[in-house]
């Protein structure tokens, strides 16, 4: 028996509480510390002053843009992979792999260049103020410096992930976030670079975590990526973007969001944008555990349904919205009760950001569990290939009812519409998910009754 036989039977006959745990605790905690060394930033960054935060959090819209990339040429790239894997075509599956790869890091560099010439203005447009802009060209311009690894990792990480490897995964993207944890204050205080240091030490630990999952990527029974294999043919490039723009959807809408909720929250000074900030930063990393947890749904969903076994998919959809609604509702209520201390943590010394963040954050907190629903809701659709349904879900809560609210509600609520706007985003966007994951659902189960038939006759 190959390896590729081995993986297939392991994808398709392991329980799937088991499989579902085994490959979303490493993808866990990759996210989480992918999450933690961007918190890093942010704290570390936080030290020199409120404008230097708020920096942090300007940039962070950019790098929304750089994962929207990312995340739709690496979820497109690893699903299309995974279904032919589950129809046994690996050689198709190699092709699609280093098509995806060589083509995401081709934009990668197209983008940084393109960065670094409109520097400024680009920085300008991201809702940097006057006193916020000279902190936020420095961090900016070294981000755009790692951008071709950083984008093209998004790939390799989903490659690996579609493959039921996430252990190497978890190792690259964890290696590389301890890294940037312990560079951040050498390259801040130590040598006296400021933000320019916090994105220096970024980009490099970037760099070290795309070279980890790049030589990972050939290793246990994993799909060598080979130039040889890049077959830039239209097919490849409609089916790849079909499946992973509404993550493009998903990740633009939330850079856009970004950049609108600094501006509408400019007026209420700077203080208002870094804890605005912050909570982005602190919520970045719940969301970044749920999307762990669901990341190990998704190969299970990926190679059960190339492979027809659509009871295994629904299986899995039930067990995972019931696990991370428990864990959501537990994160919230903490994050509720100590939504101070967990702002002081950012700025301890400017009791402006730690009543505006306190407040939004048990906003948020109210809503948050429903999130549950909809992003796993949300990788089934896409995962499965159905691309309408996952394209109205992506644009729904940043889009559909996060911008148009974020842009009403503080002309009436002032401050307060700045903080009550994600919330009610969340609970529309969970009213119009609901039926639409049911539906799925039960859809799967009547093509699974099908099959059988099928198989019977």
């Not at 950019?62 to 279904?83: E, P, W």
């Not at 963040?357 to 809503?367: E, F, K, L, N, V």
Request: charged share 10%; hydrophobic share 50%.
């Amino acid at each position: 028996m190959n390896n590729l036989d081995a993986k297939y039977i392991k994808m398709t006959q392991t329980p799937i509480p088991k499989l579902v745990i085994n490959l979303a605790i490493p993808s866990m905690i990759a996210m989480i510390i992918t999450a933690i060394y961007n918190m890093a930033d942010t704290y570390f960054v936080s030290q020199i002053n409120t404008s230097a935060s708020a920096a942090v959090g300007i940039s962070f819209s950019l790098m929304a843009i750089v994962q929207a990339i990312g995340f739709t040429m690496g979820m497109g790239t690893g699903n299309y992979m995974a279904q032919f894997l589950g129809q046994k075509e690996s050689d198709k599956a190699a092709k699609v792999v280093a098509t995806g790869f060589f083509t995401t890091f081709a934009m990668g560099v197209i983008f940084s260049i393109l960065g670094m010439i409109f520097l400024k203005p680009l920085v300008r447009l991201l809702g940097a103020t006057p006193t916020i802009l000279p902190y936020a060209i420095d961090y900016t311009r070294f981000i755009l410096l790692g951008i071709p690894f950083m984008m093209s990792s998004y790939v390799l990480n989903n490659i690996l992930r579609f493959q039921g490897s996430a252990l190497y995964s978890m190792f690259g993207i964890g290696f590389g976030g301890i890294l940037n944890i312990i560079l951040d204050p050498i390259f801040i205080f130590h040598l006296n670079m400021g933000t320019g240091g916090a994105a220096l030490a970024t980009s490099i630990s970037q760099f070290i975590s795309f070279c980890i999952l790049f030589i990972a990527s050939g290793k246990g029974g994993n799909l060598k990526i080979s130039f040889a294999n890049f077959t830039p043919k239209l097919e490849i490039y409609k089916e790849i973007l079909r499946i992973g723009m509404p993550s493009f959807y998903r990740q633009s809408l939330a850079s856009i969001a970004g950049i609108v909720l600094n501006q509408t929250a400019g007026p209420f000074g700077d203080a208002a944008i870094a804890a605005m900030s912050i909570i982005a930063r602190i919520f970045h990393l719940a969301v970044a555990a749920l999307l762990g947890f669901g990341q190990g749904f998704q190969p299970v969903s990926g190679y059960n349904y190339g492979a027809k076994l659509y009871n295994r998919v629904v299986e899995a959809f039930w067990f995972c919205i019931r696990v991370s609604a428990v864990g959501l509702t537990i994160i919230s209520t903490i994050g509720f009760i100590f939504a101070p201390q967990i702002i002081t943590l950012f700025r301890r010394d400017d009791p402006l950001v730690i009543a505006i963040g306190s407040t939004a954050m048990r906003y948020q907190c109210i809503t948050f569990p429903l999130s549950s629903w909809i992003i796993i809701n949300n990788m089934l659709v896409q995962t499965i290939g159905k691309s309408k349904e996952a394209s109205i879900l992506s644009l729904a809560r940043q889009g559909l009812f996060f911008l148009p609210l974020i842009l009403i509600l503080p002309s009436f609520l002032g401050l307060a519409g700045v903080q009550l706007s994600q919330p009610i985003a969340d609970l529309a966007t969970f009213i119009m998910a609901l039926p639409m994951g049911i539906r799925v659902s039960n859809e799967l189960k009547q093509l699974q009754i099908e099959q059988e038939a099928k198989i019977q006759r």
